[in-house]
C-alpha cells in the first residue's frame, strides 16, 4: 500500500514506514533517532518485507535483540506511531491525538510535549486530548517559552449554554505536587500502582 499516514487507529503503520524507509531516508532516520531518545535501548527500526508471501513485519532492535511488532508492548507502538507522526513529510496541516500520554513513562511526558511542540514550529495545527495532569504540565511548560508564546495553549473544553465552549487554562505552578497527597497515594503497594495508571493517564474521570 502506497500510503501518506499511519491510519487512523495505526492500523497501516507497516507500509507508512516501509515507504518511508525506501523514499525518505533522512526522515526514517529522525524517527529512529526520536524513538531511541523516547525508549531507552531501542538502537534500529527495520520494516521487513517478505516478497513471497507479500507481507510487511516492523522490528525493533532493542539492547542488541530485534523484536517483532507482534510482540513488543503497546507502549512501544504507540510511541513509534507518535515518531512516525511527527517525521511524516505527506502530512496534512492538522494532526489530531487523543491522549498521547498514554503507555508513555511518565518521565518522558515532557519529551512527547515536546516532540508535538516540533510540529508546531513546523508549522502543524495539533490538538490533543489528555487526561494525564502531568503532561498537561508539560504542556504549560511548553506554552511558558518564548519561541511557542501564543502558540501553545492548554485548553479546558466545557459544555455551556450555547454547546461545547473552550477556555484557556494559565495556572502558576507545577499541577498535582502536593506532598500530602504524593504521600497518601504512596502508602501501600495498590496505591502506588494506582498513582501509576492515574499520572500515565490511563484512568478515567
Known amino acids: 500500500m502506497d500510503v ?33 531518545v523516547l525508549v531507552p535501548g531501542v538502537e534500529d527500526v527495520i520494516v521487513d518485507l517478505d516478497k513471497r508471501r507479500g507481507t510487511l513485519d516492523i522490528m525493533v532492535k532493542q539492547d542488541g535483540i530485534e523484536y517483532s511488532s507482534r510482540v ?8 513509534l506511531a507518535l515518531c512516525a507522526i511527527a517525521v511524516n513529510p505527506w502530512a496534512g496541516s492538522l494532526i489530531a491525538l487523543e491522549e498521547p500520554e498514554n503507555g508513555v513513562h511518565p518521565r518522558r511526558l515532557e519529551l512527547i510535549a515536546q516532540l508535538l511542540g516540533g510540529l508546531v514550529s513546523r508549522g502543524k495545527q495539533v490538538v490533543a486530548t489528555t487526561h494525564s495532569p502531568l503532561f498537561c504540565q508539560s504542556v504549560l511548560k511548553l506554552a511558558r517559552e518564548p519561541e511557542f508564546k501564543g502558540k501553545v495553549a492548554l485548553v479546558q473544553l466545557r459544555m455551556g449554554r450555547n454547546g461545547t465552549e473552550a477556555v484557556p487554562l494559565d495556572l502558576d505552578g507545577p499541577l498535582f505536587t502536593d506532598g500530602d497527597i504524593a504521600k ?22
Open 4 to 36: 501518506d499516514d499511519i491510519g487512523d487507529n495505526g492500523e497501516v503503520l507497516a507500509p507508512f514506514l516501509y515507504r518511508l524507509s525506501q523514499q525518505r531516508e533522512k526522515e526514517f532516520t529522525a524517527l529512529k533517532r526520536t524513538l531511541s
Open 72 to 79: 513488543l508492548s503497546e507502549g512501544t507502538l504507540r510511541v
Open 184 to 205: 497518601a497515594l504512596a502508602d501501600c503497594a495498590d496505591e502506588v500502582r494506582f498513582e501509576d495508571l492515574m499520572l500515565r493517564g490511563l484512568l478515567d474521570d
